[in-house]
DNA sequence: CGTGCGGTTGAGGAAGGTCAATATGTGTGG
DNA sequence: CCACACATATTGACCTTCCTCAACCGCACG
């Protein structure tokens, strides 16, 4: 309602109306605001699982170190995300989560989110939503690495930041910040940072986009979907059933 | 409680105790049990979306088919779980699913999950958690997919339906029956059904494990494990938070 | 004014793909 | 019980994509 609510009450609210009591309760899970720098690990594989984080300002990413040295990126997180959704049932972290930007993170317990589960049903469907969100997610980006070249693969990660910015950022233009290093894109998505630099310089070359220090620049942001084989489904939450109701 | 129990019921039963309307309400979720060849489409992508589908017997995986006509599969469902919780948050299926044997599904909307949540706090968790879980089998199968070698994307399949299967039968032998043809496999790991083909026989020269007609017998099942550098948190639900409540 | 991290470029190599020919079944109808 | 058709698996030769290793550049920061 008011100018200065929560990013997250902003964010769920686009999915259903919120009673006062609801955003009540969004309320109480943003009661700690805490700050954090850049490089700082949220948590690590194995630790302790019992709460949650929303992160309200900065950006995030989640990620599985393997034996071998290099690492997986899972998810990146933009604010209103909600991290750790994905160890509600398990006892200990299956990833790590690090901050890629200084910012501010909110954790709340898992026993709050059981708290809401009891007093709001719209919150409990709203809550069951954003994880089979996060399934989808989840499901393009395993599609992205099983299945494209990597050309296609930048392409898509790239193009998918930029949708997902302008859902949150008012009007998201066709420069953004992406302040990913090359090593972390590769490390995203399955490739060597060497072949992550040729294939950003072969999109300069084709005139598709230009990557400059944090910044990307889409020349032709369609002729960029169409390389990434880019079907955008999976980021337009419709959410029938509640507004259905 | 009875032996006639829904295949759901004994599922979800594990996670935390069920009171009798619990059992009801689960029960009402199976009450149109419909039989499906092998082969059978439960849906499409694209079709709108809205029941979901327990599986009470049989195998069935969900695909996304590419432009260029190879097809990744995502997801392998065994009897006991539930299909479609993905695409909660969607108005149109984001992937199909088919069929792997003859079996039977049981249809409920979308809108018998929201009574479920209004009357159960219980069974609110228990779908909120396995939907986290079905995260966590998405993000193994990702992290699988875009860091390991064919050999150990093979060795890490076969080794996590064998634990999957244990869960669900009594006792599973190290031989057991795993009804996917080459093509399948390859359509799951991202590789082609020539290649799957020569890492087989590659485990069978080394005394790994038999791949036979539609049978798996694993020779070895430590050093397949060891192979995959299989870590099975992901399968190990604790579900600390509802037995902890 | 070094020092170090992130990015660029080149040469050579390995993992897995493609294409194609050849088994090996498996099921069906005669 | 056999014959044929069709799906599935095996094997070989060759090719493409991306990796590895290594040198080098350049900007940022102390």
Redesign the pocket.
């Known amino acids: 309602m008011s100018e200065n609510d929560s990013c997250i009450i902003r964010h769920l609210r686009h999915y259903a109306d919120l009673s006062d009591s609801d955003e009540a309760l969004l309320d109480s899970l943003e009661r700690e605001p805490r700050e954090v720098e850049r490089g700082e690990a949220l948590w690590q594989t194995d630790d302790p699982a019992g709460r949650f984080c929303t992160l309200s300002k900065g950006w995030a990413y989640s990620f599985r170190d393997m034996e071998d040295g290099s690492r997986q990126i899972l998810e990146i997180y933009l604010p209103g995300d909600i991290i750790g959704l994905r160890e509600f049932a398990f006892q200990e972290r299956l990833a790590g989560v690090m901050m890629i930007d200084d910012g501010v993170v909110c954790d709340f317990p898992h026993r709050r989110l059981l708290e809401v589960f009891r007093e709001s049903f719209t919150l409990s469907m709203i809550f069951f939503a954003l994880s089979s969100q996060q399934q989808a997610l989840l499901t393009e980006r395993l599609v992205n690495l099983a299945r494209r070249?990597?050309?296609q693969?930048v392409a898509h990660l790239i193009y998918e930041m930029y949708l997902r910015l302008q859902r949150t950022m008012p009007y998201a233009t066709r420069r953004f910040r992406l302040p990913l290093?090359?090593?972390q894109l590769?490390d995203a998505l399955?490739?060597?940072?060497?072949?992550?630099?040729?294939t950003?310089?072969g999109f300069r070359e084709d005139g598709l986009l230009i990557?400059e220090?944090q910044w990307v620049e889409l020349l032709d942001p369609d002729a960029v979907a169409s390389e990434a084989e880019f079907a955008g489904r999976y980021l337009r939450d419709g959410l029938g059933p509640i507004s259905g109701e």
Not at 190 to 198: A, M, N, P
């Open positions: 070249s990597a050309r693969k290093s090359q090593q590769g399955g490739l060597t940072s060497v072949h992550i630099s040729r950003l310089s990557r220090r």
